[in-house]
């Protein structure tokens, strides 16, 4: 706590209500109910996969979630990601409840502002807080709700509390906005991928096509026990290349030691995921590859460019067809011989190589936009600090 700020505890300001289970007892009422698939890993609110479910009437009249009040993750998470993930509820149609593993905190003190308990909760969240509260029973993880009702919540005025969250979410806007200046970006360099190139599978101009197996090496990465893999690196290791290693950038390498070039993806090629999530594009990092990977390199260099490949494989031809021939029910999966099997069209080296400067003309404004995102992270990140730290 900061030296001549005021706190009250989270239990001072606010109600704590419980989940609700599907209903058991008529009459049923069908609602849509927030679940922590709903939470971000950023802390927000995500509908993209509402459930409906029929729950009782009488519990829904008392669940019925209302704008300001905060769902708290208290039963689940993982490893990497414990539970206590606080988010906003800011839905003005529809009626929505909130799943048992759940808990919603409803402000009692009016002078507390709904976005600022938020940000605060974000904060602890942010810095840990929560997984020194949790237990681990039967596979899930608990949120110590009493302990985290103890949590210490700074008094301001309601003028500084407005001050604070206009300044946090500007800077979270920027982010936003950025994020999704990026995803344009992706869009515009596969549309151009489309017009050079046509529909990968359905060929409409024609390209000769060969089957992905007799044009290309696949390469199936190493299986490294856990104990083998260390987070400091020594003399002659390499990264140990994950998949998280490819979707969060924040997480902290591993390494290994390795003497086999081929197990090696280099920065300029390309790995498609087997299972978990099959089809998943990897690229961009130096590292030795895990076993639920598999490199795939051209037999001749002057066959494919890289970005002509990449953005083939990330084409929504190709991962639909990908997802067509996959299996597993709990796990999904592709065989090495079904991606062998899928014919890639070759186009003129010349057109390749045209549409790569187009694309790297692209990637460079990315990477502004990407500095940009980083910077304004940095000012996010010391603003929770300086506020919530």
């Known amino acids: 706590m900061k030296e001549g700020w005021t706190y009250k505890k989270l239990g001072e300001v606010c109600n704590v209500l419980n989940g609700l289970w599907i209903g058991k007892k008529e009459p049923f009422v069908n609602v849509a109910v927030i679940r922590n698939t709903n939470f971000s890993k950023d802390c927000k609110l995500k509908l993209d996969d509402v459930a409906y479910i029929d729950v009782e009437k009488k519990q829904f009249a008392t669940r019925k979630l209302q704008v300001g009040d905060i769902i708290i993750e208290k039963s689940g998470g993982s490893d990497k990601q414990p539970v206590g993930r606080p988010v906003l509820f800011n839905i003005t149609d529809g009626d929505y409840s909130f799943s048992n593993f759940t808990s919603a905190l409803r402000i009692t003190d009016k002078n507390i502002l709904p976005q600022f308990l938020h940000y605060c909760l974000y904060g602890y969240y942010r ?27 700074p008094y301001f005025e309601t003028a500084e509390q407005e001050r604070i969250v206009a300044e946090l979410d500007l800077l979270s806007g920027i982010i936003e906005k950025k994020k999704e200046q990026l995803k ?81 993806l280099h920065e300029r090629e390309i790995a498609i995921v087997r299972y978990g999530t099959p089809g998943f594009i990897c690229y961009g990092k130096n590292g030795a590859i895990a076993n639920n990977l598999f490199k795939i390199k051209p037999n001749q260099n002057d066959m494919f460019d890289f970005y002509f490949m990449l953005y083939w494989l990330r084409s929504d031809a190709f991962q639909a067809s990908v997802k067509n021939k996959q299996y597993g029910a709990a796990l999904q999966a592709i065989k090495f011989n079904t991606i062998q099997g899928i014919g890639i069209i070759l186009p003129p080296l010349s057109l390749q190589q045209e549409f790569a400067e187009k694309v790297e003309a692209i990637e460079q404004q990315k990477a502004l936009v990407q500095q940009s995102i980083d910077e304004t992270q940095t000012m996010f990140d010391y603003t929770m600090d300086k506020y919530f730290g």
């Open 184 to 264: 344009a970006y992706d869009q515009l360099a596969q549309s151009i991928f489309y017009t050079m190139f046509g529909d990968p599978i359905d060929n409409p101009k024609g390209w000769e096509v060969k089957k992905l197996g007799r044009v290309c090496t696949f390469t199936q990465g190493i299986q490294v026990p856990v104990e083998e893999q260390h987070k400091v690196k020594r003399e002659g290791d390499i990264q140990f290349l994950r998949i998280i290693d490819f979707t969060q950038g924040k997480e902290e390498p591993r390494y290994v030691t390795n003497k086999n070039d081929k197990y090696v």
């Open 127 to 153: 810095n840990g807080e929560t997984k020194r509260m949790q237990s681990k029973t039967t596979g899930l993880r608990n949120l110590d709700m009493k302990a985290y009702l103890r949590l210490a919540i």
